[in-house]
Nanobody, 119 residues
Framework: QVQLVESGGGSVQAGGSLRLSCAASGRTFRPYALGWFRQAPGKEREFVAGLIWTGGHTNYAESVKGRFTISRDNAKNTVFLQMNDLGPWDTAVYYC????????????WGQGTQVTVSS
């Protein structure tokens, strides 16, 4: 069973930056992919960014392209989300998740970390 723990959330002003981390633990950690999702108040959870663990291919939601960067530290089983040029519309709880196999659903989820951006 994979356990995910997010950190790095907080409050920033518009135009600021934050770096989220997601540390994974478990007997064997070899996911197909890792991802970040977010959920704003009153809205559905939405995909933000994803990374294929082997090879490092990434993809992003259109709303964050050019501002957010997903990366990983294989040795530490950690994935990061660097968020730049934040705006109030980025305010949400951010979750990391894993996809165990290609074509599978996103499964294990962290507890989430709050990001609040003020104008």
């Amino acid at each position: 069973q994979v356990q995910l723990v997010e950190s790095g959330g907080g409050s920033v002003q518009a135009g600021g930056s934050l770096r989220l981390s997601c540390a994974a633990s478990g007997r064997t950690f070899r996911p197909y992919a890792l991802g970040w999702f977010r959920q704003a108040p009153g809205k559905e959870r939405e995909f933000v960014a994803g990374l294929i663990w082997t090879g490092g291919h990434t993809n992003y939601a259109e709303s964050v392209k050019g501002r957010f960067t997903i990366s990983r530290d294989n040795a530490k089983n950690t994935v990061f989300l660097q968020m730049n040029d934040l705006g109030p519309w980025d305010t949400a709880v951010y979750y990391c998740t894993t996809k165990p196999l290609r074509g599978a659903d996103w499964s294990s989820w962290g507890q989430g970390t709050q990001v609040t951006v003020s104008s």
